[in-house]
């Protein structure tokens, strides 16, 4: 058992109740971002409509696209450039990673740009490996230009 309270102590008073939050402030952002968001996803929704775009990947334009940008960063990436601090160096990379992920994004799409793919694939993976573009990694990226090449 638990001892009693003196009779004599003061009874404690409850803790006040903290003051309601302004609704009508509160009220005004939420319905100004669901408006916003309504807003947004019309206009999207919108633009697609406008442009056509049915956003099959399956045959469509959106793999070729996709290879086709693949090939720009790697035309535009400089592995000597690789690893360099500064601007070079995160444009380097930022391509190199680029031509691998809309390879990828272009052979999810249509097998086609497979080839591609895989070769972007393992020139990455070899890289990532060894930490420099030996022989092997050079092989890879000459066989991804050459498909790029012929696209």
Same mark, same amino acid.
């Given at each position: 058992? #638990?001892? @009693?309270?003196? @009779?004599? *102590?003061?009874? @404690?008073?409850?803790?006040?109740?903290?003051?309601?939050?302004?609704? &009508?402030?509160?009220?005004?952002?939420?319905? *100004?971002?669901?408006?916003?968001?309504?807003?947004?996803?019309?206009?999207?929704?919108?633009?697609? =409509?406008?442009?056509?775009?049915?956003?099959?990947?399956?045959?469509?334009?959106?793999?070729?696209?996709?290879?086709?940008?693949?090939?720009?960063?790697? $035309? &535009?990436? $400089?592995?000597?450039?690789? &690893?360099?601090?500064?601007?070079?160096?995160?444009?380097?990379? %930022?391509? #190199?990673?680029?031509?691998?992920?809309?390879?990828?994004?272009? =052979?999810?799409?249509?097998?086609?740009?497979?080839?591609?793919?895989?070769?972007?694939?393992?020139?990455? %993976?070899?890289?990532?490996?060894? !930490?420099? !573009?030996? =022989?092997?990694?050079?092989?890879?990226?000459?066989?991804?230009?050459?498909?790029?090449?012929?696209?």
């Amino acid at each position: 058992m #638990y001892p @009693q309270q003196p @009779q004599g *102590a003061p009874a @404690q008073a409850p803790h006040p109740a903290a003051p309601p939050a302004p609704r &009508g402030r509160t009220t005004a952002v939420v319905v *100004a971002l669901l408006a916003g968001l309504v807003l947004g996803g019309g206009g999207v929704a919108a633009a697609w =409509a406008l442009t056509g775009d049915s956003g099959t990947t399956a045959k469509g334009t959106a793999p070729a696209d996709d290879a086709r940008a693949a090939c720009r960063a790697l $035309d &535009g990436f $400089d592995e000597k450039k690789y &690893g360099t601090k500064g601007a070079e160096g995160d444009i380097a990379l %930022n391509r #190199y990673s680029a031509a691998g992920t809309l390879s990828a994004a272009a =052979a999810a799409g249509d097998a086609e740009y497979r080839p591609l793919a895989e070769a972007m694939r393992r020139a990455q %993976n070899r890289q990532a490996r060894v !930490f420099e !573009f030996d =022989a092997t990694v050079q092989k890879d990226l000459e066989k991804a230009r050459a498909i790029c090449a012929d696209l």
